[in-house]
């Protein structure tokens, strides 16, 4: 199953904090989480985070704002609804638009990259790396809000799709 993703995060070249995280999988399930752990106060003096990522986040009211821990445990249960102890071809493909950071911050989620659960891939794939293999470089707009990481992944997606879509026409 392919999982598209997105997070939004503060990072300082040291650390990587996670803001948010939106994923939607290929049969069309979506996960949504705010990160209520985050260092707001450092979030706060970032100025670019302040005007691109947090006009978009839901009210701290919402039910989207979790533990990290919580959020954490239920990304592994929505990335791996039914895995066993073995690797299976159901196992999650993970996709990313520039996925490095992405993939980092899903990882520390866990811990280390050593504790990523058994089943999620220690690699993102990166839909941008895509482009450059296939060579469509036309793509869609967003048709969301950029910097909601559930918007973004619900484009990472769509850019997916519109390229192998462009790759079976050629």
Same mark, same amino acid.
């Given at each position: 199953?392919?999982?598209?993703?997105?997070?939004?995060?503060?990072? $300082?070249?040291?650390?990587?904090?996670?803001?948010?995280?939106?994923?939607?999988?290929? /049969?069309?399930?979506?996960?949504?989480?705010?990160?209520?752990?985050?260092?707001?106060?450092?979030?706060?003096?970032?100025?670019?985070? +302040?005007?691109?990522?947090? !006009? @978009?986040?839901?009210? +701290?009211?919402? %039910?989207?704002?979790? %533990?990290?821990? &919580?959020? *954490?445990?239920?990304?592994?249960?929505?990335?791996?609804?039914?895995?066993? !102890?073995?690797?299976?071809?159901? /196992? !999650?493909?993970?996709? *990313?638009?520039?996925?490095?950071? $992405? @993939?980092?911050?899903?990882? &520390?989620?866990?811990?280390?990259?050593?504790?990523?659960?058994?089943?999620?891939?220690?690699?993102?794939? /990166?839909?941008?790396?895509?482009?450059?293999?296939?060579?469509?470089?036309?793509?869609?707009?967003?048709?969301?809000?950029?910097? $909601?990481?559930?918007? $973004? *992944?619900? @484009?990472?997606?769509? +850019?997916?799709?519109?390229?192998?879509?462009? &790759?079976? /026409? &050629?």
């Amino acid at each position: 199953m392919r999982y598209f993703y997105d997070t939004e995060f503060h990072e $300082d070249g040291t650390t990587i904090d996670l803001i948010s995280i939106g994923i939607v999988a290929e /049969d069309g399930r979506e996960y949504y989480a705010v990160n209520k752990d985050a260092d707001w106060d450092r979030i706060a003096d970032h100025q670019w985070l +302040m005007w691109n990522v947090i !006009p @978009h986040l839901p009210l +701290m009211t919402d %039910p989207a704002w979790k %533990p990290k821990a &919580q959020i *954490a445990r239920e990304v592994k249960e929505f990335l791996l609804p039914a895995h066993g !102890p073995r690797p299976t071809p159901d /196992d !999650p493909e993970l996709w *990313a638009w520039f996925c490095s950071y $992405d @993939h980092v911050v899903l990882a &520390q989620l866990f811990g280390t990259m050593m504790d990523l659960p058994q089943g999620i891939p220690m690699y993102t794939n /990166d839909v941008r790396s895509l482009v450059d293999w296939t060579g469509v470089e036309r793509l869609p707009k967003q048709a969301g809000t950029e910097h $909601d990481a559930l918007a $973004d *992944a619900q @484009h990472v997606k769509t +850019m997916y799709e519109d390229i192998i879509r462009a &790759q079976a /026409d &050629q």
